[in-house]
């Protein structure tokens, strides 16, 4: 009986290292993501790309519809892409930190929905900012991509 205590006790101290590493590793990974981010933004140009509205205008002189093209906004391309590295290293900051127990707790249940939550919103900029490099600038349109861009 002895046996079998020392053995689950050894499992556990190992499963605790384990752990413990990936806090480390999550920590570092964290550090690297943010000075990447930072430096991207810091070399980063002055490219930006358009993103415009469309939408139907009345026109009285010939009493029918017109399209009407408004510009929206201006992305700057460089920190926004990024936000892909700045995401990231979010997400391993808060599974160093103050969401450490809960990631163990899903660890332990073969589970990492964190890494899911941040490879939605990491994948769905990255496929409207390429969208946008091959000239789809409309509002509508990159909401959409961003927000049903299947996972």
Do not use: C
Not at 115 to 135: D, K
């Amino acid at each position: 009986m002895e046996k079998n205590a020392t053995a689950s006790s050894e499992a556990t101290s190992q499963t605790d290292k384990r752990f413990t590493r990936l806090r480390r590793f999550n920590l570092i990974m964290g550090f690297l993501h943010l000075v990447q981010g930072i430096f991207m933004i810091l070399v980063s140009n002055d490219t930006t790309y358009p993103i415009f509205t469309n939408y139907l205008s009345f026109d009285a002189a010939t009493r029918s519809l017109k399209p009407s093209t408004e510009l929206f906004y201006q992305v700057p391309f460089g920190p926004a892409v990024a936000g892909f590295l700045l995401i990231s290293a979010v997400a391993h900051f808060y599974l160093a930190t103050v969401g450490y127990p809960r990631y163990v707790q899903n660890l332990k249940k073969g589970m990492n929905p964190v890494r899911f939550y941040e490879y939605a919103l990491s994948s769905s900029l990255m496929i409207v900012l390429i969208g946008m490099l091959i000239g789809l600038w409309d509002l509508g349109a990159l909401i959409l991509i961003f927000t049903l861009m299947p996972r």
